[in-house]
């Protein structure tokens, strides 16, 4: 019913930067969070940076200065702005969204940081 793609992850240099987006497709009538999660190997996934549909945001502190999360609610559209990116931060980047009750998962960006 509801797709969620992934798109700008890839291989950057530390201290580069990426811009990573999520768009919704499918039928619903609104959406009330967006966010990002990411999941290193051999680690659990965790939250890095979600925004509700009232505007409040959360950052993991990891990333608190040096990633920007925004929405674009008539696109039904979350980018995630990533400066200053640090080898720890290499892993796979989960788009996620709830519709009413029910969540849903993007497959997933990858992003690698390594010089």
């Known amino acids: 019913q509801v797709q969620l793609v992934e798109s700008g992850g890839g291989l950057v240099q530390p201290g580069g930067s990426l811009n990573l987006s999520c768009a919704a497709s499918?039928?619903?009538?609104?959406?009330?969070?967006m966010g990002w999660y990411r999941q290193a190997p051999g680690k659990q996934r965790e939250l890095v940076a979600i925004v509700t549909s009232s505007g409040n945001i959360n950052y993991v502190d990891s990333v608190k200065g040096r990633f920007t999360i925004s929405r674009d609610n008539a696109k039904n559209t979350v980018h995630l702005q990533m400066n200053g990116l640090k080898p720890e931060d290499t892993g796979v980047y989960y788009c996620k969204a709830t519709i009413r009750l029910i969540t849903y998962w993007g497959q997933g960006t990858q992003v690698t940081v390594s010089s």
């Open positions: 499918g039928r619903f009538s609104s959406i009330r969070a």
